[in-house]
């Protein structure tokens, strides 16, 4: 099951392991107030470190910057 980053309206942010199927049915509950009124939270890391590698897998990286992989 994957693991969600969810932030709740009273600003408690918390992470849960959950299926799609729990996150549907508003089964996923805030530890602090009780609230299923939660949104997903991204924290961009994994997107941040595959732009990295991608860029470093580029052969003209000293002239794009790892940019080009942008324009495809
Ligand atoms: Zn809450």
Known sequence: MPFYDLKC???EIFNVMASM???????????KC????????FTNINII??????GAECPNISQCGGMCRHMQ
């Open 9 to 11: 309206k009273c600003g």
């Open 21 to 31: 199927s729990d996150r549907e049915n508003r089964r996923i509950r805030c530890p």
């Open 34 to 41: 009780g609230s299923s009124d939660l949104e997903a939270v």
């Open 49 to 54: 470190q595959s732009r990295k590698q991608s």
